[in-house]
């Protein structure tokens, strides 16, 4: 990756913005799995809940981890600054 192109600076906001995206859909379904489980929730719902986290998170950063350490550590500073944002916005501390 060429941070000096414009294709380089591209990707340079690109990979942040996936990570706020990837940790904003991540996060948001933590919380609905812990509402779940405080409310006895379905079993299978809260299952299929942790299944589909794993599974997206697994998948997406190891997509872009082919693209080489630089976008994997752009991606999760950005799933970083999601989550501070979304547990703000959930109201824990």
Known sequence: MNPTGP?????????????VALGGLYFVLVHRT????AAAGSAWRIIALYA????????????IAQQ????????????IVARMVVM???GAH
């Not at 812990?34 to 489980?37: F, G, I, K």
């Not at 589909?52 to 997509?63: E, K, Q």
């Not at 080489?68 to 799933?79: D, E, I, K, S």
């Open 7 to 19: 294709m380089g600076l591209a990707a340079l906001a690109f990979y942040p913005l996936a990570g």
């Open 88 to 90: 703000r916005r959930m």
């Open 34 to 37: 812990a509402r779940l489980h």
């Open 68 to 79: 080489g350490a630089m976008p994997l550590l752009l991606t999760l500073a950005g799933f």
């Open 52 to 63: 589909v986290r794993f599974v997206l998170a697994i998948t997406v950063f190891w997509a």
